[in-house]
């Protein structure tokens, strides 16, 4: 179901396209040969600032997020680390979280300029790793992620400024009957709202929340593997339980502006300059993994 409300923006830009084409780029003046391949257009950066997120189709290529699944799947030490959150219902879902992005292969996916850059643009500058996390929605026994935004927990950890975004990655196919990410458009523009306890998880104040789904589009966003959508922090967000035969995991790397260095220690890191890797970073552990 998509509910129309009255907050959708009268700003009518093409939805998800990638357009690498000079006139379009904010670099500055580029031969079309020599493009940046992460160059959000100004058209696709002034629809995130109406919406609130932006959908990357196919951001990574299938033989790259073969390597991906192939990798995570098998990766007893990703599944041994994770934790559940109950929802509000009491079911759990399970999601695996660390600070540092290193080495390994997913360390190296946070540090591509695909995704960096790209969230360099769209937060106006420097950015460093927040954090990174596995979502593991497993088959008839995931459990929900109820409404938030994650800037409505990332307050508590010393922000001033709303001025981080995620990156999710779609593992698997992400439907809405493995429970798909689900978006309130244009919602981060209603600024932070006071959240609470709803089961283990913080969700955002539900007297609001109710309004804002008469004001704004509830969107399901359903991906393939690959497939990308960089989100707000304010962006109100949740995902339905599994009820599916069909695992639904995706990586979300999450980022903060430089300048919004927290003013108080927490469990997520303050400032450290982020090393970018190539974008051949997959590609290239693929090589190596398969020589040793
Ligand atoms: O994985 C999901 O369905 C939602 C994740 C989420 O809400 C979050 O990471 O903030």
Redesign the pocket.
């Known amino acids: 179901m998509t509910r129309r409300g009255h907050g959708s923006c009268i700003l009518r830009v093409a939805r998800g396209i990638h357009r690498q084409d000079a006139a379009w780029c904010t670099l500055g003046q580029i031969e079309p040969t020599q493009m940046p391949t992460n160059c959000f257009t100004d058209a696709e950066r002034a629809q995130y600032e109406c919406d609130g997120y932006l959908i990357v189709r196919g951001l990574f290529g299938a033989d790259e997020m073969q390597t991906l699944i192939e990798h995570a799947k098998a990766d007893a030490e990703l599944t041994a680390g994770s934790y559940q959150r109950r929802d509000a219902s009491g079911m759990g879902?399970k999601?695996t979280l660390w600070n540092h992005a290193g080495d390994d292969l997913y360390g190296l996916i946070a540090r591509m300029p695909r995704i960096v850059d790209r969230m360099e643009q769209l937060l106006g500058g420097e950015v460093y790793h927040w954090h990174t996390?596995m979502?593991l929605?497993e088959p008839h026994v995931g459990g929900a992620?109820e409404w938030?935004q994650?800037y409505g927990?990332w307050y508590d950890n010393g922000c001033l400024y709303p001025l981080l975004a995620?990156c999710?990655t779609a593992v698997d196919r992400a439907s809405r009957a493995n429970?798909?990410?689900q978006v309130l458009k244009g919602s981060h523009q209603i600024g932070r709202i006071d959240h609470g306890k709803t089961g283990d998880q913080t969700g955002a104040d539900m007297e609001r929340v109710e309004v804002a789904l008469e004001r704004h589009e509830l969107v399901y966003i359903e991906a393939d593997p690959g497939d990308a959508i960089f989100f707000h922090s304010n962006l109100l967000?949740?995902?339905d339980q599994n009820t599916s035969p069909d695992p639904?995991w995706?990586l979300?790397c999450c980022y903060n502006a430089a300048r919004n260095n927290p003013y108080k220690e927490s469990r997520h890191p303050i400032y450290h300059p982020l090393e970018k890797v190539a974008d051949s970073a997959i590609r290239d552990w693929a090589r190596g993994a398969a020589a040793s």
Request: contains cysteine.
């Open positions: 879902t999601l996390k979502m929605k992620w938030h994650d927990y995620s999710l429970g798909c990410l967000h949740r995902s639904r995706s979300i």
